[in-house]
């Protein structure tokens, strides 16, 4: 059993920057998938990037490829995205989510494969 918590959320102004982190409670497999998700109002949850626990691959959605990070610290347990460049269409609550077993890259963007979730971390992108 895993718990997921965000933070690190916010106002900020666009081209500016934020670093969201996800506390992990529990012990993922090496071979555990890490995702950021997020979900704007009126709008579907959509994939923004995703790792295996173990670092050995990232995938990112097109429109945040060039802009934002994924990462994780192992010795901390924690999930993070780096966020540079941020652009009012990035306004959504972002959440980290984890599948414990492996599934094929192809699926990695479906939100449907990931067992865990977090309760979500606010940001809002605005001048």
């Known amino acids: 059993q895993l718990q997921l918590v965000e933070s690190g959320g916010g106002l900020v102004q666009p081209e500016g920057s934020l670093r969201l982190s996800c506390a992990v409670s529990g012990r993922p497999f090496r071979d555990s998938l890490m995702a950021w998700f997020r979900q704007a109002p009126g709008l579907e949850r959509e994939f923004v990037a995703a790792?295996?626990?173990?670092?050995?691959?990232?995938t990112y959605a097109a429109s945040v490829k060039d802009r934002f990070s994924i990462s994780r610290d192992n010795a901390k347990q924690t999930l993070d995205l780096q966020m540079n460049r941020l652009e009012p269409e990035d306004t959504a609550v972002y959440y980290c989510?984890?599948?414990?077993?492996?599934?094929?890259?192809?699926?990695?963007?479906?939100?449907?494969?990931?067992?865990?979730w977090g309760q979500g971390t606010q940001v809002a992108v605005s001048s």
């Open positions: 790792l295996r626990w173990d670092g050995g691959s990232k």
């Open positions: 989510a984890v599948r414990l077993r492996p599934t094929m890259p192809g699926r990695w963007r479906d939100a449907a494969v990931y067992d865990y």
